[in-house]
Structure formats: structure tokens, C-alpha cells
């Protein structure tokens, strides 16, 4: 079992910059898969990007060259660090991680792009 908590949202005008973290309760080093996924009002929710153990990562379409997941296995945190932000971006971001076939989900954080 793991707690995830999400920080680091807010609200930025197109073109900037934010930075969400995802703090886990224990040590994500043995977690194979962690994402981030996003919400916006009145849409599915849906895959931004993923990391796995290795550090290998995958990312959708629409935020590749843009955003960039990352780990600190010593920190137990996943970063989303996301640049040239679009009002289309905005939504509520989760983070997510795969334990042993069970998925545990942050509370989600706010992000609002600004044209």
C-alpha cells in the first residue's frame, strides 16, 4: 500500500511553467510504474506520462517536447515538470503507481493555464 500526495499546482498564464511533485508514503524504488494523469472538466481522464522502474518513460501525444516525468527513488517522489503550458492543459493532475496489480491514486492537484 502507498499514500500519494500531490503538490506544486496553481494557476500560470500560457507560455510558463510549473512543476508538480507526487511525494509516496514509502520507498517507490520497487514500484514499476508510476504516471501521471490529468482531468479536465467534463472529459475522461486520461495518461500524461508514465515512468517505469528502469526510468524508461512514455508520454501522450499532446505533451510530448513539452513536459518531462521524472524519479527521485531517494526522495520517493515523481516530478511532472511541464514547460510551454497551453490552456489546454488545464485540468486536475493525479498521480498514480501500480503495487502488485492494485492502483493508488493522490488526491490531485489544480493546474490552470491562463490565455
Known amino acids: 500500500q502507498v499514500q500519494l500526495v500531490e503538490y506544486g499546482g496553481g494557476l500560470v498564464q500560457a507560455g510558463g511553467s510549473l512543476r508538480l511533485s507526487c511525494a509516496a508514503s514509502?520507498?517507490?524504488?520497487?514500484?514499476?510504474?508510476m504516471g501521471w494523469y490529468r482531468q479536465a472538466p467534463g472529459k475522461q481522464r486520461e495518461l500524461v506520462a508514465v515512468?517505469?522502474?528502469?526510468?524508461?518513460?512514455n508520454y501522450a501525444d499532446s505533451v510530448k517536447g513539452r513536459f518531462t516525468i521524472s524519479r527521485d527513488n531517494a526522495k520517493n517522489t515523481v516530478y511532472l515538470q511541464m514547460n510551454s503550458l497551453k490552456p489546454e492543459d488545464t485540468a486536475v493532475y493525479y498521480c498514480?503507481?501500480?503495487?502488485?496489480?492494485?492502483?493508488?491514486w493522490g488526491q490531485g492537484t489544480q493546474v490552470t493555464v491562463s490565455s
Open positions: 515512468i517505469v522502474r528502469s526510468g524508461g518513460t
Open positions: 514509502r520507498t517507490i524504488f520497487s514500484i514499476g510504474f
Open positions: 498514480q503507481a501500480s503495487v502488485t496489480g492494485t492502483s493508488y
